[in-house]
């Protein structure tokens, strides 16, 4: 780039605002946090890429580059603060009572359970049982942990195992409540 980069940079800056007015539901503040964020990464990561010899001006260059970014970067704070409320609203959901009765239930379940996994005919079979007990075991365990120790060559391996286990469980409560 033969321009002084902080003058181009400089240059660029009223586009950017107005990328940032095209987006409804941000605060003034949040804008202006937003378009430092933009500056900034386009200083660091866009400006290095830039290669005049294509034939792109920089600032088209930087146009689609501070879109994607505050795309990326609005899809991403959004998706956190929907899962957060969810997570809130759930908690709301169930009250104290829900928890008290829940309990004792729960915990006649999992001794009905644990005595269906310990069965020699149950409908566990007995690479299940481990991986079963692994997880009771540690339960901050991952599922390529899990794999790497049964010897199988990718996670996703664990994944369907589980997902089966949970449908074994979810049948074996569902006779269990009959």
């Avoid at 780039?1 to 605002?17: F, G």
């Avoid at 900034?40 to 866009?46: D, G, K, P, S």
């Avoid at 104290?96 to 069965?119: G, H, N, P, R, V």
């Avoid at 997880?135 to 997902?163: L, N, V």
Wanted: aromatic letters at 8%; one cysteine or more; a neutral charge.
């Amino acid at each position: 780039m033969d321009k002084d980069p902080n003058k181009v940079l400089t240059d660029i800056e009223p586009m950017i605002r107005s990328i940032l007015q095209n987006y409804s539901g941000i605060s003034k503040e949040d804008r202006e946090d937003l378009k430092q964020e933009v500056m900034f990464y386009l200083w660091n990561h866009v400006m290095p890429q830039y290669d005049a010899t294509k034939g792109a001006k920089f600032s088209s260059f930087a146009y689609r580059c501070a879109v994607n970014f505050i795309n990326r970067k609005l899809y991403s704070s959004n998706r956190k603060r929907l899962t957060f409320t969810r997570a809130i609203e759930t908690l709301r959901d169930t009250e104290k009572e829900y928890y008290e009765e829940e309990c004792t239930l729960t915990s006649e379940k999992l001794d009905m359970l644990q005595d269906l996994i310990e069965d020699e005919g149950g409908p566990f079979k007995d690479r299940e049982k481990i991986v079963m007990l692994m997880m009771i075991d540690r339960p901050s365990i991952t599922q390529k942990e899990i794999a790497d120790t049964m010897g199988y060559r990718h996670p996703s391996a664990i994944s369907m195992m589980m997902s089966r286990i949970r449908k074994k469980i979810r049948r074996a409560l569902r006779d269990l409540d009959m």
